[in-house]
């Protein structure tokens, strides 16, 4: 026979895990309209570290994605990339860069990195945000002598106006 | 059964090891990220909190809190972010040696939530498993043995309920991540033509050494997208039966060490076989110890005791 406590504690495990198992099942996406119970599981979800879906590397691998940025004063001109020696955080900015593969997103973050960018270089007035992607051909096309190339797919310019 | 299942007592070395290794693992992240914290989370960072605060939910603790906190006491808001990051690490050192164990796994807890939240778009899979790695250290019982606070050489460890219980949340929980993240990969085409494995290991960010040579061996490419996804979406069943469970303890073992060693990823590596060994691989790893390190130390311990006794001794016996 279970006591009160003990109930308690296995209800509260079994409530936490099918919060887990529903958030792996992407229930977030299974309505389009987010009933207020939807809410409080998302909010518990997202305190307790149960609403992750765990979607790494799938269903498919996206291309890699880095940013050039062009930096000027007018009279020089000089190229460059954020990634440094930390592989740790360049592995963040990597992650950030990811999000340039959604459409919505590309205006907002060409700014936050130029915004970035020209404070960190206050002797620059005017910065290129070039976006580029690895696209790497699949391995029958490799085969075959197809090579992997990067490609621009997305360059905005940035003036300091004051 | 359920009672059985859920609540038979059993011993918190599991969950010790739990709580050091993540602590251990989150001091390490926050040591390897301190140079980059203004970049990374700063107010003025490459994603600044104007930005992150528009879009994280507001009753999401965030970093841009702080602004109120800065304005008042006249300090810059970076100053009070690389302080917040101290007193993450300084309660990471208390979760390692059992200090207060669940005040420190709750400001943990709070503080890594808070950078998380603001920088949200740079988080990858070490977040998300320390976030509930730090959740649970607030409420399983982790620091029962191997903890500065029950330091008494009159204390044993003790059997708990309570210690199964926790334990069993930990191993269902990674058998919904496992079998998630196979099923997830398993709906993409990639992982059954190989290109998944290929594609990866061909991209700067990951690739660790030239793999130009896998696009000639696109069956052995197959094989390993096609082992990982048994492997992840068989993993419930395999790690549950008893006779196959040390043999996949380790595979998985290995496919995290592969994907640390190829792809560079060493930090959710190291989390995910810490998850990993203290839901199943403690006993291994005990036994392990018991068998391969115990003997050599005493063995040492031996040859010690012989040289002092032959000192000891050396004058009274001609040898």
């Not at chain 2, 059964?1 to 859920?6: G, L, P, S, Y």
């Not at chain 2, 982790?142 to 309920?161: M, Y």
Request: net charge positive; proline share 4%; with cysteine.
């Amino acid at each position: 026979m279970l006591t009160t406590k003990q109930t308690f504690w296995l209800f509260a495990a079994c409530f936490h895990l099918s919060v887990v198992a529903l958030h792996a099942a992407h229930l977030e996406e299974w309505t389009s309209h987010k009933s207020w119970l939807l809410k409080k599981i998302t909010a518990y979800g997202d305190f307790t570290g149960s609403g992750n879906i765990f979607s790494f590397f799938a269903p498919h691998i996206g291309n890699e994605i880095a940013v050039v940025y062009t930096l000027g004063d007018g009279s020089h001109q000089e190229v460059t990339r954020l990634e440094g020696p930390n592989t740790e955080c360049n592995r963040r900015i990597q992650t950030i860069y990811n999000f340039f593969g959604i459409e919505e997103a590309q205006s907002l973050l060409a700014k936050s990195c130029a915004a970035y960018m020209l404070r960190q270089h206050p002797n620059s007035n005017l910065v290129r945000v070039t976006v580029i992607d690895k696209r790497v051909p699949a391995m029958a096309a490799f085969r075959a002598g197809s090579q992997p190339k990067w490609e621009p797919f997305l360059v905005k310019d940035f003036r300091v106006t004051r | 059964m359920i009672k059985r299942f859920f609540l038979a007592p059993s011993t918190g070395e599991p969950l010790a090891f739990f709580r050091i290794a993540i602590a251990l693992l989150g001091l390490v992240q926050g040591g390897w990220l301190i140079g980059s914290v203004a970049l990374l989370y700063g107010p003025d960072g490459l994603i600044p909190w104007s930005v992150s605060s528009g879009i994280v939910d507001p009753y999401m603790p965030q970093l841009s809190w702080l602004k109120p906190l800065a304005a008042f006491t006249g300090t810059s808001a970076t100053t009070l972010v690389y302080v917040l990051m101290g007193l993450y690490l300084c309660s990471l050192g208390a979760l390692l040696i059992g200090k207060f164990t669940r005040y420190a796994a709750f400001i943990a807890w709070a503080i890594q939530f808070t950078f998380i939240n603001t920088g949200f778009m740079g988080a990858y899979g070490v977040e998300t498993f320390m976030h509930i790695a730090l959740f649970y250290c607030i409420i399983m019982p982790v620091g029962e043995v191997f903890a500065w606070d029950k330091l008494s050489l009159n204390t044993k460890p003790v059997e708990s309920e309570w210690n199964t219980l926790s334990l069993r949340v930990l191993q269902i929980h990674l058998c919904v991540v496992y079998i998630a993240s196979g099923a997830e990969k398993a709906m993409g085409i990639q992982w059954w033509n190989g290109e998944a494995i290929w594609q990866t290991l061909m991209q700067g960010q990951f690739a660790r050494f030239d793999m130009r040579w896998m696009a000639n061996y696109p069956l052995f490419a197959k094989l390993l997208c096609w082992s990982t996804l048994l492997l992840e979406t068989g993993y419930p069943f395999f790690i549950w039966w008893r006779r196959s469970r040390p043999y996949g303890y380790v595979a998985i073992v290995l496919l995290h060490t592969s994907i640390a060693i190829f792809m560079g990823l060493q930090l959710f590596s190291a989390i995910m076989i810490i998850f990993n060994t203290a839901a199943f691989g403690w006993p291994y790893l005990k036994q392990a110890y018991y068998s391969l390190v115990q003997p050599l130390r005493e063995r040492k311990k031996l040859q010690r005791a012989g040289i002092l006794a032959t000192h000891a001794f050396s004058h009274e016996f001609e040898m």
